[in-house]
């Protein structure tokens, strides 16, 4: 049976990532991955790297080309390097040579320039595992601080799941001028994803470096323009991603901070434990946890149901000494006004829900230091 492409490009990458002859043989390591095309058997993979680590690759780039020959599927493969422009500085937290620069900008903008220049303060909606409504949060949190008059924006650095699009109801591409990509406007917030430019397998083939390297060109080559606040719906879990983007943003997040989003479970609760400690370590401020799908509330007649157990979050807002900031309904029309493109505080305001986020968005958006 024919393996998908995917999976080939997948394999693909693991070998580009491979030690051939010691420490410093690692392609991936010297350069950035371009992409990957597959036809009848045959690999072409495109890279970018600076002249200098061209020449240290073109030293195992046959080995690696035979390595990838032999995965099954494949017969042949050719690596070549697109450009040779110079890799950015790869700093002790970000191993990778960034991605190419989305905008089209040869030049690393990305490590010459102030991240964020005109953006005041940064809160970061993270959770400790997948699924548990950080991308909700981010979202009506968004549009909730802007009804409030800050001048926000909404980055969504989740790249293996980008899901800001979608719940937006925004299927457009961002204008590309001069090497800086322009934010999309969506219910008076500027709003970018990576879910804007490529297609979902393509974000779905990004290993660590690459991720990194993408999101890193988010902060840099996007034209926020002046924000009060840039709320960042942060990819789930507590790994080098959240890691490296939380060191990069230490200045803006301490005016802002980070929300840890939460459901009641008590595994749940331990995730989230995990991302209030990431966040501590780095001497964010953590502006507290939400507790999500906290109850349901029947639609017809608003009884109450605790689904899960309740005060499990507030409760361990309690233990780590951090503050709750409240629970959001489980509530059918959360997600079917997210699949509808519009998110729930504008489109039922007066639900609990919805009432929910302005609350949280009136907390936090009194939390926000403006000072330069
Ligand atoms: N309180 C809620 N009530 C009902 N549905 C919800 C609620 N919160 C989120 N959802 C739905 O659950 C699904 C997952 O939510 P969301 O994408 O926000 O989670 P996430 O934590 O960002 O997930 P991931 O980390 O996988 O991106 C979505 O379909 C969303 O509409």
Redesign the pocket.
């Known amino acids: 049976m024919n393996k998908p492409d995917l999976s080939l490009k997948q394999d693909i990458i693991e070998i580009l990532k491979k030690d051939f002859s010691g420490s410093d043989s690692n392609i991936l390591s010297f350069s950035t991955l371009e992409n990957i095309s597959i036809q009848n058997g045959h690999a072409n993979i495109s890279l970018t790297t600076s002249k200098t680590k061209a020449d240290q690759i073109d030293k195992i780039r046959s080995i690696a080309e035979q390595s990838i020959a032999k995965i099954a599927g494949l017969e042949k493969a050719t690596i070549t390097f697109t450009s040779h422009r110079t890799a950015p500085n790869s700093s002790a937290q970000t191993t990778n040579t960034g991605h190419r620069p989305l905008g089209g900008s040869r030049k690393s903008s990305s490590n010459s320039m102030p991240l964020l220049p005109h953006v005041k303060a940064v809160i970061a909606v993270a959770?400790g595992k997948?699924?548990?409504?950080?991308?909700?949060?981010a979202v009506n949190l968004a549009v909730g601080l802007s009804q409030l008059g800050l001048k926000t924006g909404l980055l969504d650095a989740?790249i293996y799941?980008p899901?800001l699009p979608h719940m937006l109801g925004k299927n457009v591409r961002p204008e590309v001028k001069d090497g800086r990509i322009y934010p999309i406007d969506a219910w008076n917030i500027k709003t970018m994803s990576i879910g804007y430019l490529v297609d979902e397998e393509q974000a779905m083939i990004w290993r660590g470096p690459m991720v990194m390297g993408a999101l890193t060109q988010f902060l840099g080559e996007v034209e926020w323009g002046e924000l009060d606040v840039l709320v960042i719906?942060m990819p789930?879990g507590t790994g080098d991603a959240q890691l490296t983007l939380t060191q990069k943003l230490n200045t803006h997040l301490k005016r802002g901070g980070a929300v840890i989003?939460s459901t009641p479970q008590d595994i749940a609760l331990l995730d989230a434990r995990r991302g209030v400690s990431l966040f501590e370590r780095m001497g964010t401020p953590i502006l507290g946890l939400v507790e999500?799908?906290s109850y349901f509330c029947c639609p017809n007649c608003n009884h109450r149901t605790e689904l899960f157990g309740h005060g499990g979050a507030k409760a361990e807002a309690d233990k780590l000494h951090v503050p709750f900031l409240g629970e959001?309904?489980?509530?059918?029309e959360?997600?079917s006004s997210?699949?509808a493109g519009t998110p729930i505080i504008l489109s039922t305001p007066d639900s609990a829900?919805a009432q929910a986020y302005q609350k949280l968005s009136l907390t936090l958006s009194q939390s926000l230091q403006f000072s330069n």
């Open positions: 959770s997948g699924g548990v409504g950080k991308s909700t949060t989740d799941g899901s719906d789930p989003v999500n799908m959001v309904p489980l509530l059918a959360i997600r997210a699949d829900a």
